[in-house]
């Protein structure tokens, strides 16, 4: 089975050009993408919405039995792109206590884990497939993880973390999976588990991206938000967007810019514009967040 670049289904697998570049505003697409995503006006039916949304738990799990661990690439670039995990120690024995929150089988924290053994990593996802194979991994230790089924939109994560107990929450691919009218909720469960000036490490798909504009008619749930044939979603955000709804969950933007890239497709024969977006949101101390 390959493996993607990034969380894409979509696109398929293919090596990413090390060029990156970080932009603050979004990409320019062409008289023709606009046309197409214009064009594109008919929303799934409400039924068939609600439908998904009751099974979206369902579709996850079962995205996990067909790929078992074998579809994410490890993401080894977390601790490049977000020098936080290593630098936000106050002193260098510091123990740091963090949540992978919608971890999957675990691509991010097992490469965190062989880094770095001063570290303890709270992961929860909410299909329980995802949560077995990463108990089942040979670097899971019970001194140094702790891993729980958990849906970030419906449970309280203070049942298994302590309130205000950690110093980074990582949020990568999870929240364009989350129905937007939920999103908020789920930023709002993180911020009682952070400590107060605690980070949020984000990345997620960008407005724009290649898979957005590969996105068939008839899989339009609403705006920039998609369902994939499997049934799993995905939204493409603005940083506007971002940013507003990290604020009204009660933080503040440190970093917030899109990440622009090209993915080689060997198998189309094409060069695909993808869009992420990176972010760095700060729990506010009391009361300056208004
Ligand atoms: C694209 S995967 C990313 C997994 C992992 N963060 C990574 O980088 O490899 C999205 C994950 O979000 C999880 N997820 C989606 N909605 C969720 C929710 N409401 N609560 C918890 N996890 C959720 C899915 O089960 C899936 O494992």
Redesign the pocket.
Same mark, same amino acid.
């Given at each position: 089975m390959a493996q993607a670049n990034d969380?894409d289904r979509a696109v398929g697998p293919g090596p990413t050009f090390p060029f990156k570049s970080t932009e603050s505003s979004e990409r320019t697409v062409s008289e023709r993408e606009l046309e197409k995503l214009k064009n594109d006006r008919i929303l799934v039916s409400d039924f068939k919405q609600k439908k998904i949304e009751m099974e979206?738990?369902k579709n996850? /799990?079962l995205?996990?039995k067909r790929n078992t661990t074998n579809f994410?690439k490890d993401?080894h670039w977390t601790t490049r792109e977000f020098e936080e995990l290593k630098a936000c120690r106050k002193f260098d024995a510091q123990k740091l206590i963090m949540l992978?929150?919608?971890?999957? *089988?675990?691509?991010?924290i097992f490469p965190l884990l062989e880094e770095d053994l001063n570290i303890f990593i709270y992961a929860? /996802?909410?299909?329980p497939r995802?949560v077995q194979f990463v108990k089942e991994n040979h670097l899971y230790c019970s001194e140094q993880c702790l891993a729980f089924q958990? /849906?970030?939109?419906?449970d309280d994560l203070k049942a298994t973390i302590p309130e205000e107990s950690l110093h980074v929450v990582?949020l *990568?691919? *999870?929240l364009?999976?989350?129905h937007p009218d939920?999103m908020r909720h789920?930023l709002e469960n993180i911020h009682k588990v952070l400590k107060v000036g605690g980070i949020v490490l984000f990345r997620d798909y960008g407005l724009y991206d290649h898979a957005m504009l590969r996105f068939k008619s008839a899989s339009k749930l609403g705006e920039n938000f998609y369902v994939r044939q499997d049934g799993?979603r995905s939204f493409f955000f603005s940083r506007e967007y971002l940013a507003n709804l990290f604020h009204q969950a009660g933080f503040h933007t440190l970093v917030n810019e899109y990440v622009l890239r090209e993915t080689v497709n060997k198998r189309e024969g094409l060069c695909v514009p993808r869009v992420f977006l990176q972010g760095k949101f700060q729990k506010c101390t009391r009361n300056a967040c208004q």
């Amino acid at each position: 089975m390959a493996q993607a670049n990034d969380s894409d289904r979509a696109v398929g697998p293919g090596p990413t050009f090390p060029f990156k570049s970080t932009e603050s505003s979004e990409r320019t697409v062409s008289e023709r993408e606009l046309e197409k995503l214009k064009n594109d006006r008919i929303l799934v039916s409400d039924f068939k919405q609600k439908k998904i949304e009751m099974e979206a738990q369902k579709n996850w /799990d079962l995205f996990y039995k067909r790929n078992t661990t074998n579809f994410f690439k490890d993401r080894h670039w977390t601790t490049r792109e977000f020098e936080e995990l290593k630098a936000c120690r106050k002193f260098d024995a510091q123990k740091l206590i963090m949540l992978e929150a919608g971890c999957g *089988v675990g691509n991010c924290i097992f490469p965190l884990l062989e880094e770095d053994l001063n570290i303890f990593i709270y992961a929860c /996802d909410f299909s329980p497939r995802a949560v077995q194979f990463v108990k089942e991994n040979h670097l899971y230790c019970s001194e140094q993880c702790l891993a729980f089924q958990c /849906d970030l939109t419906k449970d309280d994560l203070k049942a298994t973390i302590p309130e205000e107990s950690l110093h980074v929450v990582t949020l *990568v691919f *999870v929240l364009s999976a989350i129905h937007p009218d939920k999103m908020r909720h789920a930023l709002e469960n993180i911020h009682k588990v952070l400590k107060v000036g605690g980070i949020v490490l984000f990345r997620d798909y960008g407005l724009y991206d290649h898979a957005m504009l590969r996105f068939k008619s008839a899989s339009k749930l609403g705006e920039n938000f998609y369902v994939r044939q499997d049934g799993t979603r995905s939204f493409f955000f603005s940083r506007e967007y971002l940013a507003n709804l990290f604020h009204q969950a009660g933080f503040h933007t440190l970093v917030n810019e899109y990440v622009l890239r090209e993915t080689v497709n060997k198998r189309e024969g094409l060069c695909v514009p993808r869009v992420f977006l990176q972010g760095k949101f700060q729990k506010c101390t009391r009361n300056a967040c208004q």
